[in-house]
């Protein structure tokens, strides 16, 4: 991507410290990247550059986008992180239901600074606008890059060759892998990947 910018346009990539190793791949690749914190020294020193931008990507929801004017030159996008969600989010989080008309108003500015968003099938975008309260057009079907080798036989024989060397004990028997991608009291989440591979291996290998 940062390679097909247009001349005189870069990337820049605000991160959060938990990824340091992969902010520094991108930095060794000639992409400027920015450790993001929200605290005052971002809102003073980055939000101007933000505002800037003709077209910011978000993998996350970012609490500091419903306190900014949206620019008619600026496109938000949303990315969301995973390929699906099992956890209720938004507004079809029960715990939203308990905050305070106030929060509720600022969780609802930051969904609508939202242009588009991008997502891997019609049944998460339909999570999206039950969970974000947006109209069906900000929708963009895109699908999965990262999950589309779970549909690939080569793919999936060597991910069941390797299950089958690590632990040969599970064969002949039913396995249900259970990886949670959301945790209220950790600051980590596990990889969706993990689910998505335990599902296959649950169809294929046994």
Not at 28 to 33: D, E, N, P, Q, S
Not at 129 to 141: P, R, T, V
Not at 153 to 158: M, P
Request: with cysteine; hydrophobic share 45%.
């Amino acid at each position: 991507m940062a390679k097909k910018m247009p001349n005189k346009k870069h990337l820049i990539v605000f991160y959060e410290p938990s990824i340091e190793a992969a902010a520094t791949d991108l930095a060794a690749r000639g992409i400027r990247t920015i450790q993001f914190r929200n605290n005052l020294s971002f809102v003073f020193k980055y939000i101007p550059l933000v505002m800037q931008a003709r077209v910011l990507f978000c993998d996350n929801y970012y609490a500091f986008l419903g306190g900014l004017a949206h620019p008619n030159s600026m496109k938000i996008v949303q990315l969301w992180h995973a390929n699906g969600a099992i956890k209720r989010f938004g507004w079809e989080d029960k715990a939203t239901d308990k905050r305070s008309n106030a929060d509720k108003r600022r969780f609802q500015a930051v969904y609508d600074h939202f242009d588009d968003f991008v997502v891997a099938s019609e049944a998460m975008g339909q999570v999206f606008q039950n969970s974000y309260h947006i109209a069906d057009n900000h929708i963009k079907l895109l699908g999965y890059p990262r999950s589309d080798r779970f549909l690939h036989e080569t793919w999936i024989k060597r991910a069941r060759n390797r299950v089958q060397r690590v632990a040969p004990e599970l064969l002949g028997r039913r396995v249900i892998f259970y990886a949670p991608t959301y945790r209220e009291a950790l600051s980590s989440n596990c990889l969706m990947g993990l689910w998505m591979l335990s599902m296959q291996t649950q169809k294929q290998l046994w």
